[in-house]
């Protein structure tokens, strides 16, 4: 069972939150990076939008305007001041775990760099 299992398996999981190293890939290219995750409060995985510039030149990927603007509430249960417009869609590994074409809202978060949904 790899760390990843062992978390999601246990009674706690969705009373806490969790920072874990994960990887972004696209088109056999990576960029590590550390991930909060945070299954009770967050509907969708978060980037940082300092950090986006840095991720779609390495992965030599764009940002994706979104059909339709969001306004998200953050981890802590603030809404965020900005209104949501682009996303980047990457392939995501923690560990053995790999999770095919997970959609990333960017916004300026507090704290992390990645908070992650359920997947």
Known sequence: MCKLDEILSKENYFEKSFLIDAHLTSQKRSFSLRFLIDSDSVVYTIIHSNLVDKVCEKLRIQPILLAKKKL????????????????????????????????????DIDHHEVILSKL
């Open 72 to 107: 998200i509430r953050d981890y802590d249960e603030k809404i965020f001041k900005k209104i949501i417009t682009h996303k980047i869609l990457l392939n995501l590994i923690i560990e053995s775990h790999k999770e095919l074409i997970v959609s990333m809202l960017i916004a």
